[in-house]
């Protein structure tokens, strides 16, 4: 199983990223996927899932409404583009496999990709 995600950097508050996860291994339009994002010394923070033919998705409080999770079965890509960033939004972003086709909690993790807002 592969998760490699793409796309972090560094951007201006109020600007806009959008991070890809490229997958292999697995049978990717079996399982939800989602996206987590964790700052040194901090516990891990759940950001979105997607279910795993995209009808389904879900945010945490803290990006709803800027945030927006999809995904392309055909490419095994999961993507999460961020606006309207902030400063609180800088973490290392990782991409992650649940266990099932809808969102049961996060099973496999990519390396992450950081996101720096300043």
């Known amino acids: 199983v592969q998760l490699v995600e793409s796309g972090g950097g560094l951007v201006q508050p109020g600007g806009s990223l959008r991070l890809s996860c490229a997958t292999s291994g697995f049978t990717f339009d079996d399982y939800a996927m989602g996206w987590i994002r964790q700052n040194p010394g901090k516990a891990p923070e759940w950001v979105s899932d997607?279910?795993?033919?995209?009808?389904?998705?879900n945010y945490a409080d803290s990006v709803k409404g800027r945030f927006t999770c999809s995904r392309d079965n055909a490419r095994n890509t999961v993507y999460l583009q961020m606006n309207n960033l902030r400063p609180e939004d800088t973490a290392m972003y990782y991409c992650?496999?649940?266990?099932?086709?809808?969102?049961?909690?996060?099973?496999?993790w990519g390396r992450g990709t950081q996101v720096t807002v300043s």
């Open positions: 992650v496999t649940s266990i099932s086709g809808t969102w049961a909690g996060p099973n496999r």
């Open positions: 997607i279910s795993w033919d995209g009808y389904i998705t």
